[in-house]
């Protein structure tokens, strides 16, 4: 622990308390050169003005590489959106599939009265005809 003492001429000293015991005076050098050690740590930028602007211009270069990373997962997403929508709107895939089973509605109509002209001329039933061309009830 650090405590100022209510000295006030040039010798001002700082006791502090070691685990040891007793406290050890620290001398008003002593507290100048501590400082100095401690604005060391801080690095360059802190002491030197063109450094500063080196880390300026380092942050700079980073934010304009996020900027472009951000650009090409947005660009990723949209590629994956298009893929997963098939190049249409909610609305217009839900059409396209209405129209498709419309489609296969009037193909399946169409087999059945095949296969029950077939069934007649055979004199047999649409369901022999089914088991003759492999085909299950469920079609």
Request: hydrophobic content about 30%.
């Amino acid at each position: 622990m650090i405590e100022m003492n209510d000295k006030t001429d040039k010798t001002d000293k700082i006791d502090t308390m070691t685990d040891d015991g007793p406290h050890q005076p620290i001398t008003t050098m002593t507290r100048m050169t501590m400082t100095a050690n401690v604005g060391a740590g801080i690095g360059k930028s802190r002491l030197d003005p063109h450094g500063d602007m080196m880390t300026i211009a380092k942050e700079e270069a980073k934010i304009e590489e996020l900027k472009a990373t951000i650009l090409d997962l947005e660009r990723q997403e949209q590629e994956i959106i298009s893929a997963i929508r098939g190049g249409g709107t909610p609305s217009e895939i839900i059409d396209k599939h209405i129209k498709q089973l419309h489609r296969y509605n009037e193909v399946k109509d169409a087999g059945q009265i095949i296969l029950g002209k077939v069934a007649e001329l055979e004199g047999t039933t649409i369901k022999k005809q089914y088991e003759v061309f492999g085909l299950d009830s469920e079609d």
